[in-house]
């Protein structure tokens, strides 16, 4: 397995500068998707820094590219369709770009989507019968797409595989890059994919966790070895800058714990940007990001967050109570490895995906079930790992207030859902977001 050198796991990967803060260190972790089958419980994990650091000179915020794409998305443990929450949001972003770029009314209409995953997203455009194609480089999740009817590729976007797609398909109108951004090492090649993908007049979407909420509320769970930076609207245009690619308007989103959604479009045909790009740059510099001492208290933040979490399962066992988790998500991993959770403080936790049933989360080596566990076991504490789910998984785990159980979230402040005035939902329960 080839890595970068030390040397340059040190240097910026957007400015190529070598002084970088340290801002939060969680410690060294197993990849957060590596879940463990009952077989490998006794065999060793590789472990990896989990270091913080922004850069002084253009301020993006990054990890150390320890552990690369491929061995982590070749075979994935992550289906988005899973979540019905999240194919809704796909569903109203198709519906709001088919008005934006009037699709359906091109005859030359056609939709690329880098890192497509199962074609949650795209399945909405096959229904309009717009021209589309998926770019995925997990070989599982991108079988299950084309299975759906959604056209994939298995590959990983750069300079030549967006060529290439060029070359065959065409420019595309739009070019959709949903919570990926923050995954890729070479920032400067994929975004140089990007542009060549787009049409001159077309626009690229990209939706990514805000570094503004990263920082304001601690999510530190949000940090694991698959996100390689940590966006603000601030470095994301100095990043789509670098691929000749401007950003014209972002959107403030609740996903994720609170995501931006940037529209760019090839920097010859940009205008100027909107009134919300504007008034979110303004929120970022208010907050401090736009100088590196807006990132200084993230650390100590983090550290009270996890003793909060930590406060709570310990007296939950002190009392004697059952406490299990809801979800396996990747940030979950990165909660559960930084603040030490195991068996002991965390029964099992439970996650709609298959592909997680009787195995092992990676480091903490808690089991993980079916989700009808938790109403066969009648715990008293459901802790909630994708707490960014807190609407849809309140009322979903409504059910937990018939034995008298609660239902608590750890982030970004540990507490506990109000059961009483939730309607139950009819829907299954959602798959952790990682």
Known sequence: MQRRSRRLDRLCR?????????????????????F??????????????????VCRECLLLQIPALVSPDETFTEYA?????????VEHARRFVAEADRR???????????????????????????RGIRCLGIEPSVNVGAAARAAGVPTETAFLNPETAARVRAEHGPAALVVANNVYAHIPDVLGFTEGLRTLVADDGLVSIEVHHALKLVAEAQFDTVYHEHFQYWTVLTAMRALEKGDLTVVDVEALPTHGGSIRLWATPSGNAGPPSERTLDLLEAERRAGLHTVAGYRGLESAAREARAAVLEFLLDCRRRGERVVGYGAPGKGNTLL???????????????????????????????????????????DVVMVLPWNLEDELTAQLQYVADWGGRVVFPLPS????????????????AEALS
């Open 414 to 429: 540990l507490h506990t859902a109000d059961l009483s005035h939730v309607t139950p939902s009819t829907d299954e329960p």
């Open 78 to 86: 992550y289906f988005s369709s899973f979540s019905s929450s999240w």
């Open 36 to 53: 463990l089958t009952a077989d490998g419980l006794d065999e060793p994990e590789p472990t990896y820094p989990l270091h913080v650091r």
């Open 14 to 34: 957007l400015c190529g500068s070598s002084v970088l803060e340290s801002v939060l260190d969680l410690g060294a972790t197993p990849p957060c998707e590596s």
């Open 337 to 379: 490895n930084y603040c030490g959770i195991r068996p002991d403080l965390l029964e099992y936790t439970v996650d709609r995906n298959p592909y997680k049933h009787g195995r092992f989360t990676p480091g903490t080596r808690i089991p993980i079930h079916h989700p009808d566990r938790i109403a066969v076991d009648r715990p």
């Open 101 to 127: 770029l009037t699709l359906q009314d091109r005859d030359d209409a056609f939709v690329v989507e880098v890192a497509s995953n199962d074609g949650y997203l795209l399945r909405h455009v096959v229904d």
